[in-house]
């Protein structure tokens, strides 16, 4: 049976739902809303998330309110099927994939109720063992940069792993004193984002320095062009791909077949998109790791706790949330982080 056969049957009894605003300053500069999804029925309550980038998207939201006529009786499979029929968006949202971010929200607040009502776990329903999970830190250095957000961190906790942002402002000290930490997992070149504030063009010089300073770090969306495809032809076994990844397809579709994959549930926007995309990749021994967004509330202990069972030991981009605050606080915990499934539901305790 496949990974969703096993949790497509699972009933799940919905009465009505609320909407949470939750808000914060993040680590990139920015201040990031998210929206937490309520599922209320039969004595219990199911969460998500809704990690859409855009403000204006959620602030729509959460001023229409609970609109969506969702109060019935379903599967998990049928409650997707009519979740598809249903206008989430008061108004169009800034970008297309934010309807996949906000389908997940809703789906993965139906699952943590269904598993609730079932007085079952996300592990126990699908036979498998959480285990510990590895984590990084996502990082930007700012411009212009500097090792500062790195160096603090490490101060702190001199445990930590990066994955860190390159930019064609990084220059080669600054490159040699990151090199120096020995705590760089994996490097992420921005190369397929297009209008975001996160853009990075094609760029062979810091693709070269950037590859050959980090020979053991994957390698996560470099933008091909002739000249950087040239450059990164040594080391095409340490690519992994995360933005076109939305589907299956889009992982056949790669330039080169992969050996990595950043897996976010959120952009595989529904629980079949994404345990389907699971199995695709073990069938296939493709690696995978977690990719978080970052969430405020809910959903990164359920990335986690899907890390937990799917991908423990890969560099999970799924940091507790208080590492992305611009001075993380003292206490957060070490990683690999112990499972710590609640005793129902899909969470993270």
Not at 190 to 215: C, M, N, T
Request: proline content about 10%.
């Amino acid at each position: 049976m496949s990974t969703w056969g096993k949790l497509a049957d699972l009933a799940v009894e919905i009465e009505d739902y609320s909407l949470d605003p939750l808000e914060a300053t993040v680590s990139s500069g920015f201040e990031r809303k998210s929206t937490l999804i309520r599922l209320r029925g039969a004595g219990s309550e199911g969460v998500g998330e809704d990690v859409t980038y855009d403000v204006v998207d959620h602030d729509i939201l959460q001023a229409a309110g609970p609109t969506a006529p969702l109060a019935g009786s379903f599967t998990l499979a049928s409650f997707a099927e009519h979740l598809a029929a249903q206008s989430l968006f008061p108004e169009p949202p800034q970008r297309e994939v934010s309807a996949r971010y906000r389908t997940w929200a809703y789906e993965s607040a139906a699952l943590d109720l269904a598993l609730r009502q079932a007085q079952t776990t996300l592990h126990e329903a699908l036979g498998l063992a959480p285990e510990p999970v590895r984590f990084v830190v996502s990082l930007r250095l700012g411009e212009p940069p500097s090792l500062d957000p790195v160096r603090r961190r490490l101060e702190l906790y001199p445990w930590l792993r990066f994955k860190l942002d390159p930019t064609s402002s990084w220059d080669e000290p600054l490159i040699a004193e990151l090199v120096a930490t020995g705590a760089v997992d994996s490097v992420d070149f921005k190369g397929l984002y297009v209008g975001s504030i996160v853009d990075q063009p094609a760029d062979p010089v810091l693709y070269r320095r950037v590859a050959e300073a980090f020979p053991l770090a994957w390698i996560e969306d470099p933008a091909l062009t002739p000249e950087t495809d040239a450059v990164l032809a040594p080391h095409r076994e340490r690519f992994s791909w995360d933005a076109p990844i939305h589907s299956i397809e889009d992982i056949r579709s790669l330039p080169y077949p992969p050996g990595m994959v950043n897996i976010k549930p959120s952009r595989l926007g529904g629980l079949r998109s994404l345990l389907d995309a699971y199995d695709y990749c073990a069938e296939r021994g493709i690696g995978n790791y977690g990719g978080g967004q970052f969430e405020l509330g809910v959903g990164r202990g359920q990335n986690q706790y899907l890390a937990s069972l799917f991908h423990p030991d890969a560099p999970n981009d799924v940091a507790p949330t208080g590492f992305n605050l611009p001075t993380p606080p003292i206490g957060l915990p070490s990683s690999p982080l112990p499972p710590t499934p609640a005793s129902t539901g899909f969470r993270w305790d």
